[in-house]
T-cell receptor, first 110, second 113 residues
């Protein structure tokens, strides 16, 4: 049930782009994206509810491919503040659970 | 500040003991989720309540139990504690039982010695 995130870790230079993927083996109702800094609570980035939906703010955006049961998070022109662990959370159509992927650790170097 | 309050922030207790973690959801939110996060690990779903009723259960041990009260605050009870129960326990709340943003509390760090 747990969504699969890839890659497990990414190291970037400031200003580079990154893509984090999240896939599920089950039909998805929603995909949630959060960022967590070490020792802190996860912070909401965005939620996608419809297939084909794309959202974004600042230089972080995401897409949801309902047919493939996949979502991707795009970080462009990365900033030092983007460092942290990114989690995707999914709700499937058949169960009322918000289940999280294992996370993708993003390290941004100056 | 997410509006979700968890108490206590830190808890140190001995093996075999029982503790209660408390969560006050954001005003107006009906759903409460409990998660366990071990050191540098992901978020393990424990249990979800919606408007006082258990809605979903994850990999919650039998030694653990939870409830949501009429005022919507929730408590997670951990008993017969083992060293492996040491972790950060997060509570999150959301407006409905699915499809809405979940707001996380700052967590309770439990250390079992």
């Amino acid at each position: 049930q747990q969504p699969v995130q890839s890659p497990q870790a990414v190291i970037l230079r400031e200003g580079e782009d990154a893509v984090i993927n999240c896939s599920s083996s089950k039909a998805l109702y929603s995909v949630h994206w959060y960022r967590q800094k070490h020792g802190e609570a996860p912070v909401f980035l965005m939620i996608l509810l419809k297939g084909g939906e794309q959202k974004g703010h600042d230089k972080i955006s995401a897409s949801f491919n309902e047919k493939k049961q996949q979502s991707s998070l795009y970080l462009t022109a990365s900033q030092l503040s983007y460092s942290g662990t990114y989690f995707c959370g999914t709700e499937t159509r058949d169960r009322y659970q918000l289940i999280w992927g294992a996370g993708t650790k993003l390290i941004i170097k100056p | 500040d997410s509006g979700v309050t968890q108490t206590p922030k830190h808890l140190i207790t001995a093996t075999g003991q029982r503790v209660t973690l408390r969560c006050s959801p954001r005003s107006g939110d009906l759903s409460v989720y409990w998660y366990q996060q071990s050191l540098d690990q992901g978020l393990q779903f424990l249990i979800q309540y919606y408007n006082g009723e258990e809605r979903a259960k994850g990999n919650i041990l039998e030694r653990f139990s939870a409830q949501q009260f009429p005022d919507l605050h929730s408590e997670l009870n951990l008993s017969s504690l083992e060293l492996g129960d040491s972790a950060l326990y997060f509570c999150a709340s959301s407006l409905t039982n699915r499809g809405t943003e979940a707001f996380f509390g700052q967590g309770t760090r439990l250390t079992v010695v």
